[in-house]
Structure formats: structure tokens, C-alpha cells
């Protein structure tokens, strides 16, 4: 009688958790529409978070950051407007 022969059963174990799409970078994206500072918020922590672990939406962050930029600067020019129509829209004498 020979020795009985081991076979080696590699264990296949759950495979490998898909990395899904980060959570803030989608609220970056969202707020930027909503609320843009927030979406600047959110945008920056987003892209931060996609760096540390690998999960997809940098380009959601990056829309959102974008977007959040523009919004805000729109917004405070257009609040700079009607102050300053607000100012000559007095009576004059």
C-alpha cells in the first residue's frame, strides 16, 4: 500500500466586494444644485474619501465641486446686484 495522496482544496471564499460609488460624491453632485456651498462641502470630502479607498464617483465629485463653484460665485454676484440696485433705486431730490 502507497501513501494516500493530499489533495489541496483551495478555499474560493466570497469574492471580492465590488467597490460602489461613494456616497458624498453623489451628495456633491446633488447640493451642488440645492444648497452649492454644500456641494463644495461635499465635493472636497468626497474626493478625499475616493483616495483613501478606492470607491468609484470621482468624476460626480469633481461635477460636483465644479458646479458648486459656479453656483456660489453666481449666487453671491447676483446678491451683489440687487444690493447695488437696491442702493440707486432711491429717490433723488
Do not use: C
Request: without cysteine.
Amino acid at each position: 500500500m502507497g501513501q494516500p495522496t493530499y489533495v489541496d482544496h483551495k478555499q474560493s471564499g466570497a469574492p471580492a466586494a465590488a467597490r460602489g460609488t461613494n456616497v458624498m460624491a453623489i451628495l456633491a453632485l446633488v447640493f451642488a444644485f440645492v444648497f452649492s456651498p454644500l456641494g463644495i462641502v461635499f465635493g472636497h470630502l468626497a474626493k478625499k474619501q475616493i483616495r483613501q479607498t478606492g470607491e468609484q464617483g470621482e468624476g460626480l465629485a469633481k461635477a460636483g465641486l465644479i458646479l458648486g463653484y459656479i453656483f456660489t460665485i453666481l449666487g453671491v454676484l447676483w446678491i451683489a446686484f440687487v444690493f447695488i440696485v437696491a442702493a440707486n433705486s432711491g429717490t433723488t431730490a
